[in-house]
């Protein structure tokens, strides 16, 4: 890797454009390239990636992000353009369409072909974030009439353009899916076999339509290499494979991660990201978790006549505060992922509110225990058992509110992502006060 970045740099300094032009970059690994071209000045990155032969470089500019593909694109002329986009796979091509300004996209789809013109129409007219802009509609179809020995001589003539081909797919005269095939049947069988002989009409599709987070659980769930994909009347449109689908389970985590710690997802990388896009995706949040806080501090404002009569209660406010917000915080984490994953159905919500409830209780029991013997020893036994039981009851709430938050939010149709910690954290600080406050009016004699 080194070796590679050196050469390039001294090969660009010595001005040595032909040298650079021949070098054997077949034998290295494009994510090598990219990596190489990266450690450039945005100069001779545009010099050396002219220079890379156009069979690679498409494969280049597709592992590229999107920062460094936008800017590359504005330096490379309408006529470069023009060849990078028609090398480019269909699905590669789209993704780069949807991340671009409109004006830009249309720029760009009139350097197309008429047929690479129509084909980027096609899957840019399947709503956004869907199965049908992920796709190719580069495969091997072969027809269950057909022998083994056709299919396969069929295969060799349209193979190159499909994005793989370790599956085949059987279709009717129109185009209706009616199998998919590992190719190993099609080596193991006799030629003159015929297609439908070794078909066993066993297959998993995703419709066109389908979210893309779909794709990633079915391909999970039944460790699949690719996907067929149908429309409504289950014709053959196209297929996804696991390298998009990967991105697309990356960009879903990243999204809930920065979902969980109350920041609005980023439309770029960080380190790509201007200090103002920082600011507006964490401002809003943080905002609305004030107007949250502003009830813990109203909740104190009440209940200030019995906090000057016992001082040693506020000692125990950032303990009380303290375990419920992380007691939340933890069963929310553990149902946004059940539900993203699909280890929780909607369906469940009764018997997980059952084991968020017997878990809560025993989380109280457990942490209530400390907690009365630290207000035994610095406030008294009526501070002990006050402190005590409202853990029990911070935690138990806690429990209850995180576990069930996701779920009303997933039905509400949104992403329970947004149950994320500082949130659930905001809520339990008011109640938990609530809980408190009461607790010790009642043990203290003040209600």
Not at 51 to 68: G, Q
Not at 383 to 400: D, E, N, P
Request: glycine share 6%; aromatic share 8%.
């Amino acid at each position: 890797m080194s070796d590679l970045k050196t050469r390039i740099r001294d090969l660009i300094d010595e001005h040595q454009w032909q040298k650079l032009r021949n070098e054997p970059w077949e034998d290295w690994l494009v994510p090598d390239i990219v990596d190489a071209l990266l450690d450039l000045s945005k100069k001779n990155r545009v010099i050396a990636f002219r220079l890379i032969p156009r069979e690679m470089s498409a494969e280049v500019f597709a592992y590229l992000e999107k920062e460094d593909r936008n800017a590359l694109l504005k330096d490379l002329t309408d006529e470069e353009t023009r060849h990078l986009l028609a090398d480019l796979r269909p699905d590669d091509r789209t993704t780069l369409f949807e991340e671009l300004p409109g004006q830009v996209t249309q720029r760009l789809l009139n350097l197309l072909s008429p047929e690479d013109l129509r084909e980027a129409r096609f899957l840019l007219g399947y709503p956004e974030s869907s199965v049908g802009r992920l796709m190719t509609p580069d495969y091997v179809a072969v027809r269950p009439e057909w022998t083994v020995a056709q299919a396969l001589e069929h295969c060799r003539v349209k193979g190159k353009k499909s994005e793989t081909l370790h599956v085949i797919y059987v279709v009717d005269a129109s185009w209706k899916l009616l199998d998919a095939l590992e190719l190993s049947r099609f080596i193991m069988a006799r030629p003159e076999e015929k297609v439908q002989e070794i078909m066993n009409y066993s297959f998993v599709s995703l419709s066109a339509f389908d979210d893309r987070e779909e794709a990633v659980k079915i391909m999970q769930k039944y460790d699949l290499f690719s996907l067929p994909v149908v429309d409504s009347s289950g014709v053959l449109v196209g297929l996804v494979t696991f390298d998009d689908v990967l991105d697309v389970a990356q960009e879903e985590a990243t999204e809930d991660i920065y979902k969980g710690a109350a920041v609005t997802p980023l439309t770029t990388s960080y380190r790509e990201a201007s200090v103002w896009e920082l600011y507006s995706k964490r401002v809003g949040w943080l905002v609305v978790l004030v107007f949250v806080s502003l009830l813990s501090a109203g909740v104190v404002a009440v209940f200030e006549e019995t906090l000057q009569k016992v001082i040693a209660l506020t000692i125990f406010i950032p303990l009380l505060l303290g375990s419920g917000g992380n007691a939340g915080a933890q069963s929310s984490t553990l149902m946004v992922r059940a539900l993203a994953t699909g280890d929780l159905q909607l369906s469940q919500w009764l018997s997980t509110l059952i084991k968020e409830l017997v878990v809560g209780v025993s989380l109280g029991v457990t942490l209530g225990v400390f907690s009365t013997v630290f207000g035994l020893v610095r406030g008294g036994w009526e501070i002990g058992i006050i402190v005590g039981l409202t853990t029990i009851g911070i935690i138990l709430l806690a429990s209850l509110i995180g576990g069930t938050l996701p779920f009303v939010l997933t039905r509400l149709k949104l992403d329970p992502a947004v149950a994320s910690s500082p949130l659930i954290t905001s809520i339990t600080d008011v109640l938990g006060l609530l809980i408190y406050f009461v607790i010790a009016g009642l043990v203290l004699g003040f209600l």
